[in-house]
DNA sequence: ATTTGTGCAAATCGTTTGCATCTGA
DNA sequence: TCAGATGCAAACGATTTGCACAAAT
């Protein structure tokens, strides 16, 4: 816990204190979660885990990095929400062939899809139910079960 | 139904009068829904509505297109896919990011995905049901719910 | 020091498009 | 005839990867 030192070029996003408390936090999750906890990934991580539940997709998070002055390849952007995604901090969500979104809500949910601006809203788990889930095929196990009410202007 | 079914992957796809007869009907069809019946759809759509529901892919398609002696580029079969989904005698099917499946069954149904081999099984409509979807947000309305249940070895 | 991650740009993948050429009505 | 389709290959956008370099343990 030494003082806060920037050798950073760019910018400074937010107070120091609280962003050096976040990062920390963060590096101990990322540690917790089995990923090292390089400068990239603690700061695309507390940009995702820091400010509640979102929806988001490597360009997104790689503008939003841009934007909060951490400089990352969207390559490492990519590769980062993958490691994320298996290491359990985030859920991939499959809804448009084009685009691949991140949720930061790992917990048991659905979604609503809007067809017009691809936007993504979650529907809480206790709101939505489907019910008589079939069997699945012999020797599968049902590993989730995804839901998405696809709406539209109109 | 007639005699000789052939199941074999090789040439010599099917009797002639049986595939002529398939093929005019599926001229019909075509006409039905506003699309000329030219030589690939028709033989597309033969192979799409001939032989019961199915899920499959361009590449899916194409392959099988050239391997019934039918040979339409890879831009085609993607027009056609997307103009036969457009006339409703094909629905998209979004589970995967990486790869498009169009289903043959436009009914009201569901599907099992199984993650290990990409594979899609229907789950028939009145098998499933999904309880208390929210009302969408003002001024949309639902067009759809899907409904995924990935599945996995094991 | 060793291992692991990063950046960049080039490579890949599935999909779409521009355009000259055909073809069905 | 002639609008509408096709084929090809180039264009495309999203994602991945190869490799030299940088950083974490």
Redesign the interface.
Known sequence: MSAGRQRRKGLAPMDGNKKQAIQEDTAARLRAAGLRPTRPRVALASLLLGRGHRHLTAETLHAEAAKAGVRVSLATVYNALHQFTEAGLLR?V????A??YFDTNTGEHQH?F??DDGRL?D?PGD????????A??R????????????????
Chains 1, 2 share one sequence.
């Open positions: 991939q499959v809804v448009d062939a685009r691949s609503f809007c067809e809203i529907i709101a939505i139910a489907v019910s008589h889930v079939p699945p095929p020797g599968m196990a049902v590993r989730r079960v995804d839901v998405v009410v696809r709406i539209k202007r109109g």
